[in-house]
C-alpha cells in the first residue's frame, strides 16, 4: 500500500478571528472561507509558471453584515452563488454581479441577492442539493429547513423539520438522491426525504455516537455516509436497504472532538477504492483515510459487510497548538487530492496529500 | 512552577493576564510548565454571580480539583446546590478566564464534581462545547454578566 504525506501547499491569513469553515467553488479556481470576525474571504488559486504548485491570492473580502460570526459557507453547484450560515440566525445569499457571464476574478462585487429568515437561534450549517434547486439550513433552535431555490434567486420554505432534541450542528446532501443528512447535539443523525404527496419527513434516526455528532459527509458514490463526533471517533454508515442505513464501521485515531470530515474521491491506483476521508479535530491533527469497496459489493450491494480501511496519511499540529475546525477536499477534476482546513489561529491553510 | 526568560517581571501566576505580559502566548512552541496552583489562583476570586461571595469562599472551586498536564487543563467544580441555576455560568466564568490568561496550547476541559448537580450531563456538555461557547460570548447580556464575575479576579493582587 502506498504511503502518503500531507504536505503545505499554502497558508492564507486575513481573517482576524477563529476561522470556522471554508468551501471550494466547484466551477471556479475559488476558495471561501468564512470566521468569527463576520467576514468571507475568497480565494483565487493558479499554477504559478514552471511550477506544479498551486499558487493562491487573496481575491476579495466580503463584509457580510452579518451581526455576528460566520459559521459556515456553501456553494451551489453551478459555482454562481455562495451560501453563509450565521450566529445571528440567519443565511445569506451572495453572488457576484456579472458573475454569471464573465470570466476572471475581479468581475464584479459580491452582493446579497437573498437574506433568508426563520430560524430562531444561531444557524449552523447550510449546503445545496446536488441539483442545486433545494437548499437547506440548521440551527441550535433544534429545526431543519428545507428551502426551494426558485428563479431570481427567489427562496420558498418547503418545510421544517424538527426531530432532533437538542441544537442541530450540520446539513449534508446525498450527492445524487435528493437526500438529506442532518447530526446534531443530541448524538443523533436523521435522514429525510420528500413526500411527493405531503412534506418532507425523516425516514431513518441513525444512533451510536455517544456525543454531539459535529459533521457528516457522504461517500461520492453515495452508498456510505459518514459522521464525526464530540466522542472522538468517525462512523461509518452503509446502506443495507432503499431508506434503512447501518453502521457498520468506526474509525478512532483523534484524542478530542472531531469536528470535521470530507469525503472526497481521492487519487488512488486502487480499483476498489471508495475515495479519501479526510478529518480534523479539537487535537490538532488532520488524518486521511482510503476506504475500499468490500469484497461482496459486487454480489452483495447492500449487505451490512462494511468498507476496507487504512489510515494513508496523517499530520500532527496542522494548525500548531490550535484546534481544526474544517477539512474539505477539492471538488474539482484534476484536484482531487488538494485539502483546505480552517483553525482557531485564524488562518486558512492548503495541503496536497502526495506519496511520501 | 517558576516562570523561565521570556517574562521580565517576578513569576507572580497573576502575570499572565497583565497587559504588558501579553506577549506570554507568542512563542507556541515553548512549553512552560503551568501547575494547578498557578491556575487556581486565576480563577479563585471569580464571583459567583448570584453572591458577594467569591468561588473559593463558596468551595466551589478548590486546587485539588484542577488537573494539568502538558496541554490539558481539566477543571472540576462544586455548584453550592445540585439544582443551582448558574451552573453553567459559572463554568463559563471559569472557562472565559482561562481562555483569556493561559497560553493557547492548553486545552481546557470544565466539568462539575459528579453527583453535585442534578442536570450534571447537560451542564458538561455545554461547557465544553466551543460553539455553544462562541455563541453564547457573542451574547452581550451574558458577556456582560461573565465580565461582572470576573472583575474581581481581574483586579485581584493587580
Known sequence: MTRFKIAKVAELQGHDERAWNIAWNPAKPLLASCSADKTVRLYHYDHATDSPDLRFTHNTTISTGHTKTVRAVAWSPSGLSLATASFDANV???????????????AGEWECSSLLEGHETECKSVAYSSSGTLLASCSRDKTVWVWEVQPDVDFECL??????????????WHPHEEILASASYDDTIRLYIDDPSDDWFCFATLKGHESTVWCVSWSPDGRYLASSSDDKTVRIWKRVKE??????????GHERSVYSISWGVGKSNDDASLGWLASASGDGQVMVWELTKPSDSDTAPMSSTPPGHSIIARLEAAHGVYDVNAVAWCPRQGYENILATAGDDCSVRVWKVIPE | AKATGRRSKPSKPESFWDDEEADVEVDENTVEPIDQD????LIRHISDPEHPNSLEELRVVSAPQISVSENRVIVEFTPTVPHCGMSTLIGLSIRVRLMQSLPPRFKVDIFVKPGSHQSEHAVNKQLNDKERVAAALENPALVDTVEKCLEKAESWGA
Not at chain 1, 445569506?92 to 475581479?106: L, R, V
Not at chain 1, 418545510?159 to 449534508?172: F, I, P, R, S
Not at chain 1, 431508506?243 to 478512532?252: F, N, Y
Request: charged share 25%.
Open chain 1, 92 to 106: 445569506g445569499i451572495w453572488e457576484q454581479e456579472g458573475g454569471d457571464e464573465g470570466e476572471g476574478p475581479n
Open chain 1, 159 to 172: 418545510g421544517v423539520l424538527m426531530e432532533h432534541t437538542q441544537d442541530v450542528k450540520c446539513v449534508a
Open chain 1, 243 to 252: 431508506h434503512s442505513w447501518e453502521s457498520v464501521l468506526v474509525l478512532t
Open chain 2, 38 to 41: 498557578e491556575i487556581f489562583d
